[in-house]
């Protein structure tokens, strides 16, 4: 797999700008690790290369660096090499790393003990916790929602099982705007972001066949997803695996952006606090979405809105990417604490992400602090008076 990125790994000229920035270290792994470069996309590219070269095998030493990478993808926002076609950056580091993690599987090496505990928990019961399958739509009971429609909501296991009030959010925001949305329930499954990340290509690839199938079979043509994880892997890595899908698929912040500039709903009931945005790395640099979210905080009644210096796409990470957060928790913490640092730095009162992932990173890290994180859905519903 690595050998299908060799140019882009050839074509990496250490040129360094991947590695610090002007607020410091652009990798957050780096940050925390000392500093090395092999940590960080200079670094892992000169290891890409003697693999593909032959010069170098995964000893167990160096599959753990492969898997501390984040996939946040704040190096390519950097990177000093830009493709000549697009004037994009050229080298996209989290498709490297990923790349390498399926080689590893491949070889029989990986992935990491507690992350083949997640696959065995996703194959049993379709979800990386290992919670029931019968769980996941607990939190949809008496909602009443239809198994098919022209629009489906893509809950996502965080939503699901960990945090059921950013799904009612974000499905009474919906109907509240007049958009009626059905609900697969238990064929829902994984969206196989814990696979696409830990180098099992073959599982992701069957959770992918199940939900698209699943999502035919529904009629959908438009999904809406409050997890910017099962975003990102709907509308971009499914295509990319088994081509063009027959719906669309969307983010709830760009829906309920559309519908407060439509005056569908109104964020009238007052919440005086100051707020400040997490860009998801899923939503902001990997899908590109900066504003929706922003547009919605920013019409919430009584709150007052402030960014932290690294916003858009120079956002630090919530530490919790590319199942680092199971496979090294410490180092994940040590991340979303930065986050919960520079959040309180802007004096904000409240720190809002859109993605259950970075939300449950951040309330671990902001326990100790006087932090409230809050998903924009919760936020909104809030803003909009409905009761959760
Ligand atoms: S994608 Fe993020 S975590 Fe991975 S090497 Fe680049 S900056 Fe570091
Ligand atoms: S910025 Fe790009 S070209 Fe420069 S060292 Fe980093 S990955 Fe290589």
């Known amino acids: 797999m690595l050998e299908k990125y060799r140019v882009a790994v050839e074509s990496c000229g250490r040129c360094g700008k991947c590695i610090?920035?002007?607020?410091?270290?652009i990798c957050p792994v780096q940050q925390h690790t000392g500093g090395f470069d092999h940590y960080v996309a200079r670094g892992r590219n000169q290891i890409a290369r003697a693999i593909l070269d032959g010069k170098l095998e995964y000893t167990p030493e160096l599959i753990d660096v492969v898997y501390t990478c984040l996939g946040c993808k704040s190096c390519y926002e950097q990177c000093g090499l830009l493709d000549h076609h697009t004037g994009q950056p050229a080298i996209d580091e989290t498709k490297i790393t990923r790349a390498m993690r399926v080689d590893i599987v491949r070889e029989g090496k990986g992935p990491l003990p507690a992350l083949k505990a997640v696959d065995s928990n996703v194959q049993k019961s379709h979800n990386p916790f290992g919670e029931p399958v019968e769980k996941r739509s607990a939190w949809a009971a008496g909602l009443d929602l239809p198994k098919t429609g022209d629009t489906v909501y893509f809950a996502g296991c965080y939503a699901s099982y960990r945090n059921?009030?950013?799904?009612?959010?974000?499905?009474?925001?919906l109907k509240k705007g007049g958009i009626d949305v059905a609900y697969l329930g238990e064929d829902e499954w994984c969206c196989g972001v814990p696979e696409l990340w830990d180098g099992n290509a073959s599982l992701?690839?069957?959770?992918i066949q199940h939900n698209v199938n699943a999502l035919k079979v529904a009629g959908v043509k438009r999904v809406i997803t409050s997890c910017a994880g099962c975003f990102h892997s709907l509308k971009t890595d499914y295509p990319e695996i088994i081509g063009k899908l027959p719906f669309e698929v969307v983010h709830s912040s760009e829906v309920?952006?559309?519908l407060i500039e439509n005056g569908k709903i109104n964020l009238d009931t007052e919440i005086v606090k100051t707020l400040t945005y997490h860009d998801p790395c899923h939503l902001g640099r990997h899908e590109n979405i900066y504003e929706p979210p922003r547009?919605?905080?920013?019409?919430i009644k009584g709150a007052k809105f402030v960014e932290m210096p690294r916003n858009r796409g120079n956002a630090w990470c919530c530490g919790g990417g590319a199942v680092v957060a199971v496979a090294f928790p410490d180092l994940s913490k040590d991340i979303a604490y930065d986050r919960i640092q520079e959040a309180k730095g802007?004096?904000?009162?409240?720190?809002v992400s859109a993605c259950p992932l970075c939300e449950n990173s951040l309330t671990q890290a902001a326990r100790k602090d006087k932090m409230e994180v809050y998903d924009l859905?919760?936020?909104v519903a809030?803003?909009?008076?409905?009761?959760?």
């Open 20 to 25: 610090v920035g002007e607020a410091g270290y």
């Open 164 to 173: 059921p009030k950013i799904a009612k959010a974000t499905v009474a925001i």
């Open 204 to 207: 992701a690839e069957e959770l």
């Open 256 to 258: 309920i952006a559309d």
């Open 295 to 299: 547009n919605a905080l920013k019409a």
């Open 346 to 351: 802007t004096a904000a009162e409240a720190l």
């Open 377 to 379: 859905s919760v936020i």
């Open 382 to 388: 809030e803003a909009m008076g409905i009761q959760i």
